[in-house]
C-alpha cells in the first residue's frame, strides 16, 4: 500500500522559511461524537466532587485527531501539502449538548 503524503498543519499564517507558492482555497473537518450515559454520570460526579473529566478528555481528543486527519485529507485531495491558519472550534451540540464536535478550518496551500 502506498504511503500518503504528509500534510503539514499550523496554526499560524506562516512557516518561517517555507514560502507559500500556491494557495487552493479553505478547507474544513468536522469531527461528531456522542457521549454516552457512563461518561454522563462519570462527569457528573467529577463536577460534584472536583477534578478533571479523563473520559471526556479522551473523547475530545479522538474527535480532534479524526477532525485534523480529515483536514489533511481534504487538502491532500486538491494538492496542498500544507495547511495554514488553522482554527479549531470545540462544541457540544444535539439536544441537551450530549454530541461533542470538533470542527477544523485552514488555508490549503503549496510550499
Do not use: C, W
Amino acid at each position: 500500500m502506498a504511503r500518503e503524503p504528509d500534510i503539514l498543519i499550523v496554526t499560524t499564517d506562516f512557516i518561517e522559511g517555507r514560502p507559500v507558492r500556491q494557495h487552493l482555497g479553505m478547507v474544513s473537518s468536522q469531527a461528531i461524537l456522542g457521549a454516552n450515559v457512563v461518561l454522563d454520570l462519570m462527569a457528573a460526579l467529577r463536577d460534584f466532587f472536583g477534578g478533571r473529566s479523563k473520559s471526556y478528555e479522551r473523547v475530545l481528543a479522538r474527535a480532534r485527531a479524526d477532525a485534523l486527519e480529515g483536514l489533511a485529507r481534504e487538502a491532500r485531495e486538491i494538492g496542498a501539502n500544507a495547511v495554514i491558519g488553522v482554527d479549531l472550534d470545540y462544541h457540544a451540540i444535539g439536544p441537551n449538548g450530549q454530541m461533542l464536535m470538533v470542527a477544523v478550518n485552514g488555508s490549503a496551500v503549496v510550499l
